[in-house]
T-cell receptor, first 107, second 117 residues
Framework: LAKTTQPISMDSYEGQEVNITCSHN???????ITWYQQFPSQGPRFIIQ???TKVTNEVASLFIPADRKSSTLSLPRVSLSDTAVYYC????????FGAGTRLTVKP | KAGVTQTPRYLIKTRGQQVTLSCSPI?????VSWYQQTPGQGLQFLFE???????NKGNFPGRFSGRQFSNSRSEMNVSTLELGDSALYLC????????????????FGPGTRLTVT
């Protein structure tokens, strides 16, 4: 599992677009990139997964450049309920979630 | 389709006691993984079961054990509880084992909050 680096925390305001970038310099050729969201006292929730270029679902978009050494989770028009910790994983889940990015959305 | 369920949701135990936590995976899922989450250590992997066999194990002492039944339900047991075992214990299920495929996904339950006093 490739080591990932992401910001510890981010602040945003309601209605804004939030982009959280994750660095995974040692990602293996076959590894996918997966993002999870976790609210306090709940289990992480799968948000989105991708291998290259762009993936979009009803919740978020995931941008992966050609070299795949980083990825950006994009949350459009965030609301207060998007306040959570976001985890980036590169590769199959294998014990290490990392500290994640604590996103705080303000009114 | 019902999600992953964990029981109990909250538990208070005393040092030295033992505890058993239960996890029912999503219907059809045969892989169950357990994690411990604490403010200091974050989310740490305990072990994974697939088809009643432990396939993967994290770096935890032998006081932490688990098992999986033929219906894929899983239990984890912690013996001789210590104060440091206070944590949110999360269970996650998947249709395939960890490391089995590139686009692996797993789905977490709400967790069991264990407090050791």
């Amino acid at each position: 599992l490739a080591k990932t680096t992401q910001p510890i925390s981010m602040d945003s305001y309601e209605g804004q677009e939030v982009n959280i970038t994750c660095s995974h310099n040692n990602i293996a050729t076959n590894d996918y990139i997966t993002w999870y969201q976790q609210f306090p006292s709940q289990g992480p929730r799968f948000i989105i997964q991708g291998y290259k270029t762009k993936v979009t679902n009803e919740v978020a978009s995931l941008f992966i450049p050609a070299d795949r050494k980083s990825s950006t989770l994009s949350l459009p028009r965030v609301s207060l309920s998007d306040t959570a910790v976001y985890y980036c994983l590169a590769g199959r889940i294998d014990m290490r979630f990392g500290a994640g990015t604590r996103l705080t959305v303000k009114p | 389709k019902a999600g992953v369920t964990q029981t109990p949701r909250y538990l208070i135990k005393t040092r030295g006691q033992q505890v058993t936590l239960s996890c029912s995976p999503i219907s059809g899922h045969r892989s169950v993984s357990w994690y411990q989450q604490t403010p200091g250590q974050g989310l740490q992997f305990l072990f994974e079961y697939f088809s009643e066999t432990q396939r993967n194990k994290g770096n935890f002492p032998g006081r932490f054990s688990g098992r999986q039944f033929s219906n894929s339900r899983s239990e984890m047991n912690v013996s001789t509880l210590e104060l440091g075992d206070s944590a949110l214990y999360l269970c996650a299920s998947s249709s395939t084992p960890q490391k089995s495929q590139r686009n692996y996904e797993q789905y977490f339950g709400p967790g069991t909050r264990l407090t050791v006093t």
